[in-house]
């Protein structure tokens, strides 16, 4: 597994993609930023020019991150079937196991390593440019970053699940969207009908998303659950995440590779 | 003897009703240029995956240096050599980065050894070009770079002089000759034309429709292309004594036609005419024939509509 590890490190480090990613979204977050400063620059009594409207919005904004996930997740899985270079690694002995597993622990650590660096550009350029207000802040955005990591992650395994399972990329992207999106609006609207159903609704993980509520008054986090809210929203993303790990495994263990 | 080292027991690959391989049984020996031949379709492809795992059995063993699937058969791949189709890479990587890829992955010792396995397929001045930007010669080069990097006992090459100009193909088959040679490596490899593989391989196997039709060696095929003088005459079996008494032939055969086949005696037809009219047998005509390989094949196969 090291070895496989070692190899995609490798290889995503010498693939533009990885960093042009990282660069053009840490550049859109830092040029609202500049845009801010800019407008206050304008006029003195431009009253969002300060870091706790900027990071605010950051923290709005989790439900766009949920979905550039499926990007980050396909260009880490390189096109493995189109370019036909699983069975380079299948023809030498190294298991199926150990390609899928390398692959999603692989896209996990490089989706954190980017919002990390592209979350830490945003809050850096914020506190270059903007007025410093309320420094709480700072907590609600690691607070509410901590929440949603998991649903992060949920999406990563979701999208790896079908990489692996579908062929086109195209095809993999949609069964990704219907499951992290569509499944949870539909279940959504059934729940009002089924009691059972909203039950299942209420902890998928879009839904968890949306159930959050962020408070800039006492820059509190409401998660879905009151007691124990990150704990449980930890315990709902990876038991999700199981689920789809074994399921993309299944069916990668017996597919054949072409 | 020579040790065995992949054995394959009923080998079958079913997909719904059709049967792409079916319950082959062969035996590669260290040391033999083993060539697979069949047309295109005929099940070499789905055979050489199914020993590199990228497709499963549906019935019948694959034992590779002595070991099954029961006793981690997929250790021992670690021993082998394979490009299987066309040989595939991350288009964005130089032939440098994708093997150093492959070195990390394989756990192989050794950076430079990416380096003499490009010099060795004549890769080495390739640069910072892309593999995308690759022909398809350099993309077959490449591969046999990748399947060469592990120091391989045995190399599965799945028709590797496709997209291989002439002088490509002399160069191939001379360095497979050298690695047999001198490095001692087994070589599988399969093609749809028989008399690529005339000047290298050891021992042939026959494929079509995804069974194995005939396995010989490299001097029995020869033996079967011989040239030889075909007898038509009124009383085979009189004939046939009169050779082997008067003439001392031992190498003939009759076909179920009623012909002779005989393959000594080939520059003196003027002698057999001689000993079936002094014996009073009606000699209805006689011809020196050959066969060439794709002849061989063709008529192994069934005939021109079937190969």
Redesign the interface.
Known sequence: MLNYLKSEVYRILHNKSSYIFILVCSFLLVISNVVLFLLKMNEATFPYASTSFSLGNLCSSYAYVFLICIMVSGFIFANEHNNHTFKNSVSYGISRGIIYFGKLIVQMVYAMIAFVLIIGAHVASAYLLLEHTDPEIMDLLLHSCFAVLPLFLFVIAVANCFYFIVESTGGAVGASVGIILALPITCGFLGMKFDIIKKISDVLPWNLLGAIQLNFDDFSVHLFWVKNGYMNYWIAGLAQILIFVILGYGFFAKKEIK | MREVILTTKQLTKKYSNVCAVDNVNMELKRGEIYGLVGKNGAGKTTFL?MI?????ESEGEITLFGLTAKENL?????R?G?I???P??????TAE?NL???R????IPGKKCVKEVLQEVGLSDTGKKKFKTFSLGMKQRLGLA?ALM?KPELL?LDEPTNGLDPFGIVELRNLLIKLSVEKNITILISSHILTELSNLATYYGFIDKGRMLRQLSAEELAKECNKYMELKVDKVEEMVVLLETKLGCTSYKVTPEKDIQLYEYLDQPSKISQLAVTNGIALNSITVKDINLESYFIQLVGGVSNA
Not at chain 2, 88 to 93: A, C, I, Q, V
């Open positions: 995956r590199t795992s990228q497709t499963f997929n250790e021992q791949r670690r082998i394979a299987i189709e066309m595939s890479f991350y288009p964005y990587l980065q150093e890829y492959y990390l992955q394989r756990g990748l592990n599965l």
